[in-house]
């Protein structure tokens, strides 16, 4: 699964540590689910990075789901497939228990 940090206070600039080191102690991922959880961190808003690092320190059980979700809506991008994509939205939405 993951492990959890503890040195989430003054998060902006200790969240992409803390993001960093929860994706690298993931046992559960391979070296390439994690390089592209590394490449992804840098590419998104200083408060997504606060967000996602939080609620991974709390849930750390949730890594794996979302990894898949980012590998699908990646693999989905690059075929251009509308149908993947529209799948993908239902399963978060079903994660995150929110109605159709």
Known sequence: ?????????????????????????ASSLTQGQKDLWLQTI????EQQVDSLAQFLNE???????????????LQALQNKDM??????????RAFLNVAD
């Open 83 to 92: 149908a993947a994509w529209g799948e993908i939205l239902k399963q978060e």
């Open 42 to 45: 840098k590419q998104l808003p």
């Open 1 to 25: 699964m993951g492990i959890k940090i503890n040195h989430l206070k003054g998060r902006s600039k200790n969240s992409q540590k803390t993001l960093e080191d929860i994706i690298n102690s």
């Open 59 to 73: 849930q750390p059980e949730t890594l794996n789901f979302l990894t898949r979700n980012v590998e699908s809506k």
